[in-house]
């Protein structure tokens, strides 16, 4: 019963840019600041972005994200076969008072 | 190095309970806010519980509000998580982690089955 919207699959070739998108609502991704996680098989969650488009320190600058209006969106460049895992977005809400996932999105490097 | 470590996962029957333990180390532990995340198998993530440092705030996701109690003890650097009334939909792994900008260190995870 996740809130926010992502598309299930993504894919790319080595080098190529992949785009995740993650759609929500004026209470979520509308009033507050999105995060991103990385989660490899069989491993625990990873930050990759927060407060919308700040990188922790060492993640790589290839990943990037951006939110516009109840959306918002995670940019890999120069896709790596390392960059094979699952990727969710995050977002507090208001209305739930709690924090929302999104469903998730398969990145899968052909 | 900035860790936590949860414990006390295990087997449970329905309607039984069960505490789950989330220990860090490498940080100041008191200062941060603390979030209970799961993820049952061949899911997604989902939050269920935050505890602020000073544990004056607490709040729930609606799937386990009422069966669910997060604590912490700063003095012992823990964070807890006390299942009631179990339910074979809460089988899942379950993680702790740090919430400051973003959840920026997570624990490996304990698994919970309820059956």
């Known amino acids: 019963q996740s809130v926010l919207t992502q598309p299930p699959s993504a894919s790319g070739t080595p080098g190529q840019m992949v785009t995740i998108s993650c759609s929500g609502s004026?209470?979520?991704?509308?009033?507050?600041?999105v995060s991103w996680y990385q989660q490899a098989p069989r491993t625990a969650p990873k930050l990759l972005i927060h407060a919308n488009n700040q990188r922790p320190s060492g993640v790589p600058d290839r990943f990037s994200g951006s939110k516009s209006g109840t959306s918002a969106s995670l940019a890999i460049s120069g896709l790596q076969s390392e960059d094979e895992a699952d990727y969710y977005c995050?977002?507090?809400?208001?209305?739930?008072?709690?924090?929302?996932f999104g469903t998730g999105t398969r990145v899968i490097v052909l | 190095e900035e860790q936590l470590v949860e414990s006390g996962g295990g087997l449970v029957k329905p309607g039984g309970s069960l505490r789950l333990s989330c220990a860090g180390t490498?940080?100041?532990?008191?200062?941060?806010?603390m979030v209970w995340v799961r993820q049952a198998p061949g899911k997604g993530l989902e939050w269920i519980a935050s505890i602020s440092g000073g544990s004056i705030y607490m709040y729930y996701a609606e799937s386990v509000k009422g069966r669910f109690t997060v604590s912490r003890d700063n003095a012992k650097r823990s964070l807890y998580l006390q299942m009631n009334s179990l339910r074979a939909e809460d089988t899942a792994v379950y993680y702790c982690?740090?919430?400051?900008?973003?959840?920026?260190?997570w624990g490996q995870g304990t698994t919970v089955t309820v059956s």
């Open positions: 490498g940080f100041s532990f008191t200062y941060y806010n």
């Open positions: 982690a740090r919430h400051v900008n973003g959840m920026d260190v």
């Open positions: 004026s209470s979520n991704i509308g009033s507050n600041v």
């Open positions: 995050a977002a507090w809400d208001d209305t739930l008072n709690g924090h929302v």
